[in-house]
C-alpha cells in the first residue's frame, strides 16, 4: 500500500491514510507547487534597496520590488502605531519579503513559509544576514499557506501582517488569511489574474470573486476592485470587515495587490460593495446600489439596450486611504526614499495614488485616448487637459494605474468639448 501523505490536502487533516493509487483516493484534490525552474535562469544573487540576497532557483521578480517597498513601508507604520509587528509571510520565495520586513520594517518576528522546501537553504541564508536562527527572529516553514493560516487561528497566534503573494487568484486564501490576522492587523493580498478583470471570464471571476466581470475601459481598476469587493464579502462570512489601505497595480505581470485592515464586526451600512453601471453610449460609469438593480437607465437618456455595461459586485469605494499613505510617504522620505526621478518614482506613485483617493473622483479612470476618439480629435497632452478641466471647476487627478488616463468629476459630454476646445486653439 502506498502511503499518501494528506497535509497537503487540506489544513485540517491530521490522520494519514492510505489508498493504492492518488486516484482512488476520493478526498484526492491535485495540489502541485511550481517547480523551481519555473523561471528561467538568472543571476544567483540580486541587490534591491541596498540589500545584496541570494536568488537561487526560486521564484523571484525584481519587477515586484515597487509592491514589496509599500508592504515593507505600511507594516513599519503598523510597528510605529503599535509597538509590535509579528509578520506571515506565506509565499516567500527566497524570502526577499521576510527579510526587508526584518530590516526595514524592524518586524519582530517573522514567519517565512514556502510549501517548496528546496527553497530552504536560500530563505535560511538569506534571513540569516539579518540575525542568527537561534535570536528567535524569524522561522521557516515549508507548509501549504492555507495551512500555515490555519495552525496560526487554531493555536489562537494572530499575527499583524500577514502577506500572501501567490500566482492567479488569492480569493482562495482569504478565509484562512482573516482568521489567522489580529483584529486591526493588515493583510497584504495579490491578485495575477488579468483575464479576469479584463472581463474575458466572467464565470471564473465570479467564481473567485463572487463578481461577474464585463469589459470595460477601466479593467485594471476593475481588477483592484475585484480583489477587495471578494475580501470584502469572504470577511462578512466570517463576521470581519476589511477597508483599504491602499491599492496598487503594476503592469507587470499584471500584479494587483491591495492592502486590507481587518476589524471585527459586519460591513457597515452603507457599505460601498455594489454594482458599477459604464454607459458605452456617452461614456460615463455610475455605481448602482442593490436596490436600485432594476432600475438602471443612464442619465445620457440612451435607448440603446446595449450600451449598458453592468460589473459586479466589487468594491465601490476608496482605493486608498489617503492618510496612511501620506504617512507612508512621509516615512519614505525619512529613510531617504524619495526624489529619485526614475520611471518607478516612488513618490510619484504614492502621490498619485493620495491624489486619486479624493472621493468625488470618477469611479474608473478615463484614457485620454476614449476622449480623443469620442472628440474626434488627437489626444491632447495631459496637463493640458487637466489644467483645462481644473479651470472649469472639475476636480481631476492623474491615475497611478495608467499613464494616460484621468479621474475626474467632469462628465464625459464636458471633456470631449474641452478636449475640440483645445485642438481649436
Ligand atoms: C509569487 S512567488 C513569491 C515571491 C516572493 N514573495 C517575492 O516577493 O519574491 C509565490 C511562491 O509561492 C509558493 N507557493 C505556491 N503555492 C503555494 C501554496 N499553496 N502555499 C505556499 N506556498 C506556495 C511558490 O513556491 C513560490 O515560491
Not at 80 to 85: F, I, P, W
Not at 159 to 168: A, K
Request: charged share 20%; aromatic share 10%.
Amino acid at each position: 500500500m502506498v502511503s499518501l501523505c494528506p497535509t497537503i490536502l487540506s489544513p485540517f487533516h491530521t490522520k494519514t491514510l492510505t489508498y493504492n493509487s492518488p486516484a482512488q483516493n476520493p478526498n484526492h484534490r491535485p495540489f502541485s507547487v511550481p517547480p523551481l525552474t519555473a523561471v528561467a535562469s538568472r543571476s544567483h544573487y540580486e541587490t534591491e534597496r541596498g540589500f545584496d540576497f541570494e536568488v537561487g532557483d526560486t521564484f523571484f521578480r525584481h519587477e515586484s520590488a515597487t509592491g514589496r517597498d509599500l508592504g515593507v513601508l505600511a507594516a513599519a507604520l503598523y510597528k510605529k502605531c503599535n509597538d509590535k509587528l509579528r509578520v506571515l509571510d506565506a509565499m516567500c520565495g527566497c524570502g526577499i519579503r521576510s527579510l526587508r520586513y526584518l530590516a526595514e520594517s524592524k518586524a519582530d518576528f517573522v514567519l517565512a513559509n514556502d510549501a517548496n522546501e528546496d527553497c530552504n537553504g536560500v530563505i535560511v541564508s538569506n534571513l540569516s544576514t539579518v540575525s542568527s536562527e537561534e535570536e528567535g527572529r524569524w522561522k521557516v516553514s515549508h507548509s501549504i499557506a492555507n495551512r500555515v493560516l490555519a495552525e496560526r487561528y487554531v493555536e489562537r497566534d494572530y499575527f499583524d501582517f500577514i502577506d500572501v503573494d501567490s500566482f492567479g487568484s488569492d480569493s482562495s486564501f482569504f478565509r484562512c488569511a482573516f482568521d489567522a490576522v489580529k483584529l486591526g492587523g493588515l493583510l497584504y493580498v495579490t491578485s495575477t489574474d488579468g483575464f479576469s478583470s479584463g472581463g474575458h471570464r466572467p464565470n471564473h471571476s465570479l467564481a473567485a470573486y463572487g463578481a461577474y466581470i464585463r469589459p470595460l475601459p477601466y479593467s485594471n481598476e476593475i481588477g483592484l476592485r475585484m480583489l477587495i469587493g471578494g475580501a470584502v464579502r469572504e470577511a462578512s462570512v466570517l463576521g470581519y470587515h476589511v477597508s483599504p489601505l491602499f491599492s496598487y497595480y503594476s503592469y507587470h505581470g499584471p500584479v494587483f495587490r491591495v492592502l486590507l485592515r481587518v476589524n471585527r464586526g459586519k460591513p457597515p451600512h452603507g457599505m460601498h460593495y455594489g454594482f458599477i453601471c459604464y454607459c458605452d453610449s456617452c461614456g460615463n460609469s455610475q455605481p448602482i446600489s442593490w436596490d436600485k438593480l432594476g432600475q438602471m437607465n443612464c442619465p445620457c437618456g440612451t435607448d440603446a439596450p446595449d450600451s449598458l455595461v453592468v460589473c459586479g459586485p466589487l468594491w465601490t469605494g476608496p482605493l486608498h486611504c489617503a492618510d496612511y499613505l501620506g504617512e507612508m510617504l512621509s516615512l519614505a522620505g525619512e529613510w531617504g526614499w524619495l526624489g529619485n526621478g526614475t520611471k518607478n518614482d516612488l513618490e510619484k506613485l504614492l502621490n498619485r495614488m493620495i491624489n486619486e483617493s479624493d472621493p468625488t473622483l470618477s469611479f474608473g479612470y478615463i484614457q485620454l485616448d476614449e476622449i480623443a476618439s469620442r472628440a474626434k480629435v488627437n489626444s491632447p497632452p495631459i496637463v493640458t487637459i487637466m489644467s483645462a478641466i481644473q479651470q472649469e471647476g472639475y476636480a481631476v487627478s492623474r491615475s497611478h494605474i495608467s499613464n494616460n488616463a484621468i479621474k475626474t468629476n467632469c462628465p464625459m459630454a464636458e471633456c470631449i468639448r474641452i478636449a475640440k476646445e483645445l485642438r481649436q486653439l
